[in-house]
C-alpha cells in the first residue's frame, strides 16, 4: 500500500518540460523576530519574492535561528505563517484576502504547498511578498528567530496556472477564528460549515488545512451532488511522547501535527456559481477558544467542464505524515503557569476558598500587567466586567473551566463583559503574558 502510494504521488509531481524550463529552489528568511521570556510576536511586514518570471511548485517554512539551526517548540512556536502576493483579487470573492492574494500557510502541521505535475502559481519578477504570523514563546531565554521559507519556481515553460482560495468553515470575513463553548457531553461535537461560491469554472488540483487542538474532522463537500464528500484535510495528533505534548511550559491545547493533503493533477470539475461546501468538526464536550478550520484551495481554469455530476478523480491522493498518530483528538488541560523565583517554571492552581467574593456587573481591572482583585468567587449568572486599564495590550483566554469565557485584545481603557452561566473552577490568562498574568474565577450555584 505505502509503494503504490509512493508511486502515486510520484507520478502526480512529476511532468514533462522542455529541455529550456529551468528548476529553481529559493532558501529565503524573515527576521530576526526577538523572542524570550514567554512573549508573542505578530510580523505584519513585507518579505522577499523569488523576483522570477515563472510558476512556483513547492513551498515549505520553519523557523530557524541566525545560523540557520531548526528551532523547535521547546523554545518557540510558529503558530501559523501566511505568505501573500500584493495586490486584491476582488472578482474572485471574499475567500481570497482583503489586503492580498493568499498564496500559501501553516502553522503546527508544518505543511508543504504541494501542486500537481504541469501546475503552478504563476509569479513575476515585479511581484511584492508580505507575511503575517504568530510566534509564541516557550522559553524565558532570548532568541533571535527567523522564519525560512523555500519556494521552487519553475522557469522558462508555460506551465497551467492555479489560483489561490482560503475557505473556512466559520465564513471568509474578517473574523479568521471561532469559539467552541464546550459543555456538549462526551463524544459531542460542534459542527461548522460555509458554502463557497466557487467564481470560475475549473478544476481542484491540490487543498491543504489547518487546524487547532480539539479538531475532529474537516472536509468538502459538493451540494449539487448529493452533498457528496469529495476530499478531506482530516487532522492527525501526536502521540503522547510526541514534542507537542512534552514540551513545557503548556501555553496552549496543542493542534495537529499533519492534516491530510489532496492532490490530483485530474482535479475535482467545479462550475462557475456553485456552492462547494467546507465542513468542520470539532470536540464540544470541553471548550476550546479561537479555533480555526482553514482550507487552502488551489483551482486550475478550465472552460470544459461538464454540467453533470462527473466521478471523482481516480488519481487523487491523500498525503499524510509518515509515523504513527491519534485521529481522536486528545483531552489535553492547559494549567496556570508561572516562574518562581529560582527562574523554574511551575503549575499552580489556588485554593477556592481564598477567593474574594463578588457582585454580579463588578469591574476587574487589568493594569500594571496584572488582574486586579485576581481571585474572586462569583454567583452563577452573574457577570464580570473586564477593564483594560494599560496602553499595552492585554486579552483574557480560557484556560479550563466548565464553559467558554474570554475577551479579545484590548487596551487604553477599553472595557469587555461576559457572564458565568455555568457553576465551576474558571482558570484564565493573558495569553500576550501567559506567565505573569492569571485569573481565578469560582462560579458558586445561584
Not at 143 to 167: L, Q
Not at 263 to 283: C, F, H
Amino acid at each position: 500500500m505505502l509503494r503504490s502510494t509512493l508511486v502515486a504521488l510520484f507520478v502526480l509531481l512529476v511532468a514533462a518540460a522542455p529541455a529550456g524550463a529551468k528548476t529553481r529552489t529559493l532558501t529565503l528568511r524573515y527576521g530576526p523576530v526577538g523572542m524570550g521570556g514567554y512573549n508573542v510576536e505578530f510580523p505584519k511586514a513585507p518579505v522577499r519574492a523569488p523576483k522570477l518570471d515563472g510558476y512556483v511548485t513547492h513551498m515549505t517554512a520553519s523557523l530557524v535561528d541566525r545560523r540557520g539551526r531548526a528551532i523547535t517548540i521547546r523554545d518557540v512556536m510558529l503558530h501559523h505563517f501566511v505568505i501573500h502576493r500584493n495586490g486584491q483579487r476582488p472578482e474572485l470573492g471574499p475567500c481570497t484576502s482583503r489586503r492580498g492574494e493568499a498564496i500559501y500557510g501553516t502553522g503546527e502541521e508544518q505543511e508543504d504547498l504541494r501542486l500537481p505535475g504541469g501546475y503552478g502559481y504563476r509569479v513575476r519578477t515585479a511581484d511584492k511578498w508580505r507575511i503575517t504570523a504568530m510566534l509564541m514563546s516557550h522559553s524565558e531565554r532570548s532568541i533571535d528567530a527567523y522564519i525560512r521559507y523555500k519556494v521552487t519556481v519553475v522557469t522558462g515553460r508555460t506551465m497551467k496556472s492555479v489560483e489561490p482560495f482560503w475557505v473556512r468553515a466559520n465564513g471568509c470575513g474578517p473574523q479568521v477564528s471561532y469559539p467552541v463553548v464546550g459543555g456538549g457531553g462526551p463524544g459531542s461535537s460542534n459542527h461548522r460549515s460555509y458554502d463557497w461560491k466557487v467564481p470560475f469554472n475549473g478544476r481542484i488540483v491540490a487543498v491543504g488545512g489547518h487546524l487547532h487542538g480539539g479538531a475532529q474532522d474537516m472536509w468538502m463537500s459538493q451540494p449539487r451532488c448529493e452533498n457528496r464528500r469529495i476530499l478531506d484535510n482530516s487532522p492527525h495528533f501526536g502521540m503522547p511522547d510526541h514534542l507537542y505534548y512534552t514540551a513545557r511550559p503548556v501555553l496552549h491545547e496543542p493542534g495537529p501535527f499533519d492534516t491530510r493533503y489532496f492532490m490530483s493533477r485530474q482535479g475535482i470539475p467545479v462550475r462557475k456559481g456553485e456552492l462547494i461546501r467546507l465542513n468542520a468538526t470539532y470536540d464540544n464536550s470541553a471548550p476550546h477558544p479561537r479555533v480555526m478550520a482553514i482550507s487552502h484551495v488551489y483551482v486550475a481554469r478550465d472552460a470544459t467542464i461538464p454540467k453533470g455530476c462527473t466521478a471523482l478523480p481516480a488519481d487523487a491522493v491523500h498525503i499524510t505524515k509518515p509515523g504513527p498518530f491519534r485521529a481522536a483528538p486528545p483531552a489535553v488541560s492547559v494549567p496556570l503557569n508561572r516562574t518562581t523565583s529560582g527562574g523554574r517554571t511551575e503549575t499552580f492552581t489556588l485554593d477556592p476558598a481564598d477567593a474574594k467574593r463578588v457582585k454580579s456587573g463588578s469591574t476587574v481591572d487589568l493594569r500594571d500587567n496584572v488582574f486586579r482583585p485576581s481571585h474572586i468567587s462569583l454567583r452563577a449568572g452573574g457577570s464580570l466586567r473586564w477593564r483594560f486599564a494599560d496602553a499595552i495590550p492585554h486579552n483574557v483566554l480560557f484556560a479550563s473551566g466548565p464553559r467558554l469565557v474570554g475577551s479579545p485584545t484590548l487596551s487604553d481603557g477599553k472595557t469587555y463583559t461576559t457572564r458565568f452561566r455555568a457553576p465551576g473552577h474558571y482558570e484564565l490568562f493573558c495569553y500576550l503574558h501567559p506567565m505573569t498574568m492569571h485569573q481565578t474565577v469560582e462560579v458558586t450555584p445561584e
